[in-house]
């Protein structure tokens, strides 16, 4: 029992309570750990802030280029819509401009060839009666030349011969018109 007894006597510290050593060390311990963090903490909550604010900085930033972005967009896509409308309308007015000109060029052309056509009837009734005019002299002269063997006189009197000719004319003239008026099964 000596034993028990001894190391009872030596141990007259507390169970609950360490060694003053013990508490000692560890309060240095302590006040060492807590320098560091009073020290070292202030900066390190520096550098937390402005990291923070850099992201939040950074987030803010993005959110005001992605609304610009999006403003741009509508701005790209109403412009688009604009210039497909623009587009649109100069194609219709060319259209209309186009079908405007091939009507006038239709008009223009048919008016040209109805102004061919008229002087082309006036040429072709000049060359008529220019060759009519020829056809009646040079039967007339014909006529003058058959009439004067027949009478047997000259007929180089220009009245005579013009009295001749008309009255021969006329009696062609007379016979064709009556030869055109009457049916062909009476002739």
């Not at 007929?155 to 007379?174: K, N």
């Amino acid at each position: 029992m000596h034993a028990f007894v001894t190391a009872a006597e030596e141990s007259t510290q507390s169970v609950l309570l360490p060694a003053t050593y013990d508490i000692v060390w560890s309060l240095v311990v302590t006040a060492i750990i807590a320098a560091v963090f009073i020290k070292v903490l202030p900066k390190f909550l520096k550098v937390l802030d402005e990291r923070t604010a850099k992201i939040e900085g950074g987030l803010e930033h993005a959110e005001e280029a992605q609304a610009e972005a999006q403003e741009l967009l509508e701005e790209y896509k109403q412009q688009l819509a604009e210039a497909r409308a623009e587009a649109a309308r100069i194609r219709d007015d060319a259209r209309t401009e186009g079908a405007a000109i091939v009507a006038e060029l239709r008009q223009k052309a048919q008016a040209d060839a109805a102004r061919i056509v008229e002087t082309a009837q006036r040429q072709i009734a000049a060359e008529r009666q220019q060759a009519a005019e020829s056809l009646r002299q040079d039967v007339g002269e014909l006529a003058v030349e058959l009439a004067s063997r027949i009478v047997g006189e000259s007929l180089s009197d220009q009245a005579r011969q013009s009295r001749v000719v008309d009255r021969f004319l006329e009696e062609l003239e007379s016979e064709s018109a009556t030869a055109a008026s009457t049916p062909a099964g009476e002739r």
